[in-house]
């Protein structure tokens, strides 16, 4: 595992996300397995918040507040009626208990301070939000991938959840999550063409992602945090608590 300061993991995140964002096409929440949870989720929600959800927003576009630190990802979603603000997870452009349906996947595990970012994402929720979020876990499981995306760490289980207790979160559901290529092989292949021919790596992306995303398997929910033995990734359904 890398170990990287606050400056050197956003520039990371930045060199990583920015030109993957500027050469991708936007694929809508409806094509993910999320969607059945959370359509009926937000059918019956008020303000809605999405933290860093490059072009593969999980949340309604329209009328969902986005932030990010890629301006493309924030321009693309601006035209699908989304409403952007540029601005990291760890300074949230909102004022207090805003947003009833708050969903942060794949984005706590990439920042340097993730008590910051907890805390604001509990700020800026209402009491009785949801927040989906999902993380890695198992540091025994890094491998050049989490390297190459920019992630900070995996969670043990009891650290994740402790974070989420320390900040008014309580997991109430917990799935097995992910969209990494469980073989190797292809893993290792893919970077390699992201790093050396990246042109046709994202012609390839943009092609295969809808079809991939697609072809996900259904979420399976388990009541609280489930068995995370020989689990790589975690997507967790979470209630926000009264006053601190």
């Not at 993910?32 to 309604?60: D, K, Q, S, Y």
């Amino acid at each position: 595992m890398n170990v990287r300061n606050d400056s050197e993991l956003l520039a990371a995140n930045r060199g990583f996300y920015e030109p993957l964002w500027r050469d991708a096409g936007l694929v809508g929440p409806e094509c993910f397995n999320t969607w059945p949870l959370i359509g009926p989720l937000v059918a019956i929600a008020g303000r809605r918040l999405e933290v860093a959800p490059g072009l593969r927003p999980r949340l309604p576009i329209a009328g969902t507040s986005f932030v990010d630190i890629s301006m493309h990802a924030l321009v693309k979603l601006a035209a699908w009626g989304g409403r952007p603000a540029l601005a990291p997870i760890g300074r949230l452009p909102f004022a207090d208990r805003t947003f009833d349906v708050l969903c942060a996947l794949d984005i706590i595990e990439h920042v340097d301070d993730d008590e910051s970012a907890m805390a604001e994402l509990a700020r800026v929720a209402t009491i009785d939000a949801t927040l989906l979020l999902s993380t890695p876990l198992h540091p025994g499981m890094w491998t050049g991938f989490d390297d190459f995306v920019g992630h900070r760490r995996r969670y043990e289980p009891q650290q994740i959840q402790a974070l989420l207790h320390r900040h008014g979160f309580t997991i109430e559901q917990s799935a097995v999550f992910g969209m990494k290529p469980r073989s190797s092989f292809l893993l290792h292949l893919g970077l390699w063409f992201l790093k050396h021919q990246r042109e046709r790596a994202m012609w390839w992306y943009n092609r295969v992602m809808p079809f991939t995303a697609r072809r996900q398997k259904p979420l399976h929910f388990h009541d609280c945090l489930m068995n995370t033995d020989d689990v790589g990734e975690i997507f967790l359904v979470c209630r926000r608590g009264g006053p601190d």
